[in-house]
Each structure stands twice: as structure tokens, then as C-alpha cells.
């Protein structure tokens, strides 16, 4: 698992650890996408894996929201963002866009990150909305991606790119 550890203004974002799993599971139980299962295979994918992360965000003791992806080594350096959530508060108040752009910042320092990348369904406005404000462009489209409640759903890959200059205007 690629080591995070962040701190500014009460909010701590780091590694999950095998011992938070239980607290995420009840912090996500409102979420039909989340299931235990499914939970423990993505840390374990996370964690046996070098290059990619499963962080928690912290705020004042207590868990606001988890973010989960990869860091490819490439040329340039690109960064995905296989999922965001945080709690509903937390993104009324703008929290969202500060804690990415200091996941982003961090990322273009400690690992030279010069693209990011990100993933949501098109039937996912909100996420759409916020990936864009912070100056995600569409990328492509890949059909049938996602199965959910029966369904199939597209997905929509998002590129945030020549991040050195975008970072100023992500808040």
C-alpha cells in the first residue's frame, strides 16, 4: 500500500488499517454499494499492493469519508481515483474540494504526479458536477461498466490534467 499521511485543520488522512474496517462498515452502512465483503477486498487489494491507496479522512476524531486508488509510475506520473465519499456536511460546507486539492498537492509532491484521473457513472450527477468544478474534463466513455440494482450503468473516466497549473484553482 503507497504510505498517505496528511494533517491540516483537524483533519487526518492516512491509511486504512485492518482494525478500521469495522468503523467504515458502519460509517457506509447507509450506502446499498458498500457491503463488508466487498470492503475487506478492496483493502486487501490495497494493501498487497505498492502502488495503491485506501485512505481514510479523519476530522476531529471522527470519520467524514474514505478515498481508494492507484498511483502509476508512467511518463508522467498519473494518479486514479477509483472512489470519493465523504459525508453529506462535509461536502455542503466545500470540505470535498479542499481535502482533494491536499490529496492532490501531496501527491505532485511526494510522488510527481502530473495527471489525474477519476471514474463515475453518468447517472451520477453530483459526482459529475463536483469532478468537474474542480476541473476533471471528460475523457472517455466505456459502456456497461457497472452492474447496480439490476442495471447497467456507463462509466465516465475524468482527466484532470497539467495539475501543476490547476492546483491554484481547485478552491
Same mark, same amino acid.
Given at each position: 500500500?503507497?504510505?498517505? #499521511?496528511?494533517? @491540516?485543520?483537524?483533519?487526518?488522512?492516512?491509511?486504512?488499517? /485492518? #482494525?478500521?474496517?469495522?468503523? *467504515? !462498515? /458502519? &460509517?457506509?452502512?447507509?450506502?446499498?454499494? @458498500?457491503?463488508?465483503? !466487498?470492503?475487506? +477486498?478492496?483493502?486487501?487489494?490495497?494493501y498487497?499492493?505498492e502502488?495503491e491507496?485506501f485512505?481514510?479522512?479523519?476530522?476531529?476524531?471522527?470519520? *467524514?469519508?474514505?478515498?481508494?486508488?492507484?498511483? +502509476? %509510475?508512467?511518463?508522467?506520473?498519473?494518479?486514479?481515483? &477509483? %472512489?470519493?465519499?465523504?459525508?453529506?456536511?462535509?461536502?455542503?460546507?466545500?470540505l470535498?474540494c +479542499?481535502?482533494?486539492?491536499?490529496?492532490?498537492?501531496? %501527491?505532485?509532491?511526494e510522488?510527481?504526479? /502530473?495527471l489525474?484521473?477519476?471514474?463515475?457513472a453518468?447517472n451520477?450527477?453530483?459526482a459529475?458536477? @463536483?469532478?468537474k468544478?474542480?476541473? @476533471?474534463?471528460?475523457?472517455?466513455?466505456?459502456?456497461? $461498466? $457497472?452492474h447496480?440494482?439490476g442495471?447497467? *450503468?456507463d462509466?465516465?473516466?475524468? #482527466?484532470?490534467?497539467?495539475?501543476?497549473?490547476?492546483? !491554484?484553482?481547485?478552491?
Amino acid at each position: 500500500m503507497l504510505d498517505v #499521511e496528511l494533517c @491540516f485543520n483537524n483533519i487526518e488522512i492516512s491509511n486504512i488499517q /485492518k #482494525e478500521d474496517l469495522v468503523c *467504515i !462498515q /458502519k &460509517w457506509s452502512e447507509s450506502d446499498d454499494q @458498500f457491503n463488508f465483503e !466487498q470492503l475487506y +477486498e478492496r483493502f486487501l487489494e490495497s494493501y498487497l499492493s505498492e502502488c495503491e491507496y485506501f485512505l481514510k479522512i479523519i476530522k476531529n476524531k471522527k470519520l *467524514i469519508g474514505i478515498i481508494k486508488g492507484r498511483v +502509476e %509510475f508512467k511518463n508522467p506520473n498519473e494518479a486514479w481515483i &477509483w %472512489f470519493y465519499y465523504l459525508d453529506e456536511i462535509e461536502r455542503a460546507n466545500q470540505l470535498d474540494c +479542499e481535502i482533494i486539492k491536499k490529496i492532490f498537492e501531496c %501527491f505532485s509532491k511526494e510522488y510527481d504526479i /502530473k495527471l489525474f484521473f477519476t471514474r463515475v457513472a453518468v447517472n451520477d450527477e453530483i459526482a459529475i458536477k @463536483f469532478w468537474k468544478k474542480i476541473g @476533471f474534463k471528460p475523457l472517455r466513455l466505456v459502456k456497461d $461498466y $457497472y452492474h447496480i440494482a439490476g442495471k447497467n *450503468i456507463d462509466m465516465m473516466i475524468m #482527466e484532470n490534467g497539467n495539475i501543476d497549473k490547476k492546483l !491554484q484553482n481547485i478552491l
